[in-house]
T-cell receptor, first 115, second 111 residues
Framework: DAGVIQSPRHEVTEMGQEVTLRCKPI?????LFWYRQTMMRGLELLIY????????DSGMPEDRFSAKMPNASFSTLKIQPSEPRDSAVYFC?????????????FGPGTRLLVL | GESVGLHLPTLSVQEGDNSIINCAYS??????FIWYKQESGKGPQFIID?????DKRQGQRVTVLLNKTVKHLSLQIAATQPGDSAVYFC??????????FGRGTSLIVHP
């Protein structure tokens, strides 16, 4: 099993540009989470999906952020337009959704730098 | 323990020593707790978990202790090795799949 796959691993862009982060969860997992990690705020939950449906997006900072999960094996997090304060490491995680197993399996993250 | 601010709490130990990392959680109704390890440049990885009906659980070289009275969680690492150097997070959950993460503690193991 390849684990959770994220791309790109690193992204450097200029303020105002659109950024798209991608995630492939572990096959068979039915819930997917997007997190943002910074030194100031730690690990913050942005949004999570269950069976491809967004359940809670209260952590999405503002309308510039959007996330989609068109199918069970793919999700995107888009920032448009990007701002320097969006610089962070963005993690995707998935869980099996089985009773008694709430362990989150994290991807390697995308390190985003907005200049 | 956890703290708010720019700098993570740091624990420095010598190789071979035992390490104890502490975490104060916020919700007395939380019923499931997980410790994660995050190495530099990687995502958090599951280490060990414990449910609220237990006060101790052991894994390989790691032990988690839960004190619900004071809402305190600790992770004990026996015979700490350089490969244990990482940031350790506790997470609490209550009846859902959504964890609340602590700020983390940086463990530095000196050879």
């Amino acid at each position: 099993d390849a684990g959770v796959i994220q791309s790109p691993r690193h992204e450097v862009t200029e303020m105002g540009q659109e950024v798209t982060l991608r995630c492939k969860p572990i096959s068979g997992h039915n819930s997917l989470f997007w997190y943002r990690q910074t030194m100031m705020r730690g690990l913050e939950l942005l949004i999570y999906f269950n069976n491809n449906v967004p359940i809670d997006d209260s952590g999405m900072p503002e309308d510039r952020f959007s996330a989609k999960m068109p199918n069970a094996s793919f999700s995107t997090l888009k920032i448009q337009p990007s701002e320097p304060r969006d610089s962070a490491v963005y993690f995707c995680a998935s869980i099996p959704g089985l009773a008694g197993d709430e362990t989150q399996y994290f991807g390697p993250g995308t390190r985003l730098l907005v200049l | 323990g956890e703290s708010v601010g720019l700098h993570l709490p740091t624990l420095s130990v010598q190789e071979g020593d035992n390490s104890i990392i502490n975490c104060a959680y916020s919700n007395s109704a939380s019923d499931y707790f997980i410790w994660y390890k995050q190495e530099s440049g990687k995502g958090p990885q599951f280490i060990i978990d414990i449910r609220s009906n237990m006060d101790k659980r052991q894994g390989q070289r790691v032990t988690v202790l839960l004190n619900k009275t004071v809402k305190h969680l600790s992770l004990q690492i026996a015979a700490t090795q350089p490969g244990d150097s990482a940031v350790y997070f506790c997470a609490e959950m209550r009846g859902s799949y959504i964890p609340t993460f602590g700020r983390g503690t940086s463990l530095i193991v000196h050879p």
